[in-house]
């Protein structure tokens, strides 16, 4: 069983930065594709990026140039640089895992979420 915490969300403004961190342990993250979903009030939750177990990475077309998503393996850390903010990015965050081998994420398991708001 894969325990997954993110942290690293906050408040910010429009063109401001964060980075979120997901970190695991009861597991080995190289096993895994790893990506982040979010969702925001009354919408359903979607996949914003995912990076296979070689690195690969892929991005929704909405965040396609402004985030960046890594991976350490040695650290059991997935990695969320998300750059250019805009108020629609405001949604809580989710990391998870999957064991399939797709960029299109199901998610065997998931973090609890953190909360990213973008003021203007």
């Known amino acids: 069983q894969v325990q997954l915490v993110e942290s690293g969300g906050g408040l910010v403004q429009a063109g401001g930065s964060l980075k979120l961190s997901c970190a695991a342990s009861g597991g080995t993250l190289s096993s895994y594709t790893m990506g982040w979903f979010r969702q925001a009030p009354g919408k359903e939750r979607e996949q914003v990026a995912s990076i296979s177990r070689s690195g690969s990475p892929y991005y929704e077309d909405f965040v396609k140039g402004r985030f960046t998503i890594s991976r350490d393996d040695d650290k059991n850390t997935v990695y969320l640089q998300m750059d250019s903010l805009k108020p629609e990015d405001t949604a809580v965050y989710y990391c998870?895992?999957?064991?399939?081998?797709?960029?299109?994420?199901?998610?065997?398991?998931w973090g609890q979420g953190t909360q990213v708001t973008v003021s203007l």
């Open positions: 998870a895992a999957d064991s399939r081998n797709s960029y299109r994420m199901v998610g065997d398991f």
